[in-house]
């Protein structure tokens, strides 16, 4: 068409086919939508036309190197014109999709010759129009000899007056011939979408469970001889890595390992009266020995951090670095970069504050003041680590720093480190949350913590995995070294099994912090988070007692986490995260929800979990199954396999269930037809 007879700016020409409303798009298509490669995901969009010719659409995707894939759609609702098509990108990279409507004169004419020929309305005329149709698809579209042959021998029957019009009808609109059209349409009138950006990361980016230490905790114990703590070091806090992995756990996340400032140093509980021997916050960055690009001295040197991570690769499991952006008093930024923080009116350096809370012994970075000088560094701290191995960063507070910052510094590591992963600890109102994963954070903490009802979950989770999963991955904590809700404190082990139990199914990402396993639920008083947090204090959890033999044994939840880590790795529906469903229990401290995955030999991973929500009882309810959802017919009988007891039933649609205390909390469920 000519320019002049095209829309002019402000407005942009929308096609002779019109396309609209294509998702998933981010921010208008200002930045990428997000998967991990093998993970399937919906496309879909409005497209329509005037009059009553047969419109249809194409999805075109394009892979790293360029390569077009045209996948067809499907209008699920003629009456809104909603087409949707299911998308898998099979490898990482940058990826880009269109939504291409067109008219289909093809599906025009069997629309119209079906009607016409058994009406004998203009009956030779129809038949000759089909002919001259599939010619047009011979000449026009490419394909192969057997191809042609479909719609070469339907030609040769359609023009056969010798056979009775139904049968020349027939000929034309036969499944052969549908089937080849369908996979190599004639188009007409195309009219592309814009293009949209599709970034595919590796697995890990949306799939893992996590394991938080504080490694000067690791191996470290009061000696009664010399009336003091020693510490643990990297090297002994490897020695933890062995129990860690065969819990299944493939992330040990560090809490900051560098040197801690002696300023304003705080004692135990958050206290300011700090005695010369305690260790003070690990997120009070900074000392004379160095600062982010530093290891403390009391852990070790480079050698013992390679020698970590070594470990832990030996183990199956990467090593993921806390990233504070903050100082102590005492950094060498404070000294050799005073413009780098916020000076008041009195000449002091502003220390961070979170009223009521105040945090004397950390200087929050102003990053305003010289954003070249900040981001440089930054960018060269970051590099450190990666090259000793660290390919995730657990970034600590994220929020109180310029998004566009965040959005610089993930992308320019991308450029050399696609592989590289941030997680954003981003406890904040829910723009910046999902800004923050817009612009780069492929993964985020959340407010799982605080939502226990099944109708907050299920409303939570509804949100997380609809339109927002395509750019903000979700990783829930039941507990963390600062967040020891009341449900963890009073629900006793019902409560730890069983919020355990939502965070590794929910969602592809969880993580537990040390001592879960342990059920350490005391707070401190008018707060929620444990009593002698470990932020601020070595704890010595003595896990041998808790072994086979110890006078613990059998009071961890050690045994617990490790079954759930494996149904996690056995079961491929549980790595994904759009593909929840939830299901209709009569009682409202239940919840069912479940998670279907197709597998590349056409098989389908089912995995359901009811769970009674409430710790103190035990209570019986029933569950009605959405069968369809599920992957089966309405009226079939399953097999269901519970994988923590190894118990067996076959189930109908209602089905009765008994769960709390007295049992276990929930049942995770292996699905599938009993023969």
């Known amino acids: 068409m000519s320019d002049a007879l095209r829309t002019a700016p402000p407005q942009t020409p929308i096609g002779r086919i019109p396309v609209q409303d294509v998702r998933p798009v981010v921010d208008h298509g200002a930045r990428p939508a997000k998967a991990v490669a093998g993970e399937e995901f919906e496309v879909s969009a409005t497209v329509f036309r005037e009059g009553h010719d047969a419109v249809n659409a194409t999805l075109v995707l394009t892979d790293p190197e360029g390569g077009e894939h045209h996948l067809p759609m499907t209008c699920t609702n003629p009456g809104l014109d909603h087409w949707v098509t299911r998308v898998t990108a099979d490898r990482t990279g940058w990826w880009s999709y269109r939504v291409e409507g067109w008219s289909d004169p093809y599906g025009t004419w069997e629309h119209d010759a079906t009607i016409k020929v058994h009406a004998d309305v203009d009956t030779e ?65 195309v009219s592309p979408s814009p293009e949209y950006h599709l970034l595919v990361e590796r697995e890990r980016a949306l799939y893992g469970a996590w394991y938080e230490i504080f490694p000067r905790s690791e191996g470290a114990h009061y000696d009664e001889d010399e009336h003091r703590w020693q510490t643990g070091t990297l090297r002994t806090a490897a020695q933890r890595l062995p129990a860690i992995a065969d819990m299944g756990f493939d992330v040990v996340y560090l809490t900051p390992i560098h040197p801690i400032g002696q300023a304003a140093k705080k004692g135990p509980n958050n206290t300011l009266d700090a005695r010369p021997e305690d260790p003070g916050s690990p997120y009070a960055i900074g000392s004379p020995d160095g600062g982010h690009d530093a290891i403390h001295p009391d852990l070790g040197d480079f050698d013992d951090f390679d020698a970590f991570v070594a470990e832990a690769e030996r183990l199956g499991m990467e090593v993921a670095m806390d990233l504070a952006l903050q100082c102590s008093p005492d950094h060498p930024w404070v000294a050799a970069h005073p413009e780098w923080f916020t000076t008041r009116a009195d000449g002091t350096i502003a220390y ?38 660290v390919k995730i960063f657990r970034v600590d507070n994220p929020h109180t720093k310029p998004v566009e910052f965040w959005q610089w510094l993930i992308d320019d590591v991308a450029k050399d480190h696609p592989d590289v992963i941030w997680l954003a600890e981003a406890f904040t109102k ?25 109708e907050e979950i299920e409303e939570y ?36 099994k069983l919020r355990a139990v939502l965070a590794a199914t929910l969602v592809p990402t969880y993580g537990i912090y040390a ?32 072994e086979p033999g110890g006078p613990k044994e059998g009071r961890s939840l050690a045994g617990w986490l490790t079954r759930l880590n494996t149904i996690r790795r056995e079961h491929p529906a549980l790595h994904r995260l759009r593909n929840i469903r939830f299901h209709v229990v009569d009682d409202e401290n239940f919840i069912a929800y479940s998670k279907r995955r197709v597998l590349p030999d056409g098989s389908s991973d089912v995995v359901l979990v009811v769970a009674n929500l409430d710790p103190h009882s035990t209570r019986a309810t029933t569950m009605r199954l959405d069968l369809v959802a599920l992957g089966f017919e309405p009226g079939d009988s399953i097999e269901a396999h519970d994988l923590v007891t190894d118990q067996r039933w076959v189930w109908q649609r ?12 929930c049942h995770i469920v292996s699905l599938r037809r009993p023969w």
Do not use: C
């Open 125 to 189: 005329l129809m038949l000759e129009e089909g002919a001259r149709v599939l010619e047009r698809a011979l000449d026009e579209v490419d394909r192969t000899a057997d191809e042609e042959q479909v719609l070469v021998d339907a030609i040769r029957v359609l023009r056969d007056p010798s056979r009775p019009p139904v049968v020349r009808l027939k000929a034309g609109t036969d499944a052969a011939v549908e089937d080849e059209l369908g996979a190599r349409p004639l188009r007409d009138m």
């Open 352 to 389: 961070a504050e979170n009223p009521p809370k105040k945090y004397q012994d950390i200087y929050p970075v102003n990053f305003d003041n010289d954003p070249a000088g900040i981001y440089a560094e930054v960018r060269r701290v970051v590099q450190v680590w990666i090259d000793h191995g």
């Open 430 to 454: 829910p723009a910046m949350m999902h800004t923050l994963g817009k612009v780069g954070f492929q993964q985020s903490y959340t407010y799982y913590a605080w939502r226990n009802t099944a």
């Open 461 to 496: 989770l509804t949100e997380l995995s609809g339109e927002a999963a395509a750019y903000m991955r979700p990783s829930f904590w039941p507990t963390t070294h600062d967040i020891l809700t009341p449900y963890m404190q009073f629900g006793g082990p019902g409560a730890w």
């Open 515 to 546: 001592g879960y396993e342990l059920m350490e639920h005391v707070a401190r008083p008018g707060a929620e988070e444990q009593i002698d947090n470990e932020k601020y204090e070595f704890k010595d959890r003595r896990w041998a007692d808790y």
């Open 654 to 665: 209602d089905v009765y269930v008994r769960l709390g205390p007295e049992t276990e909390p």
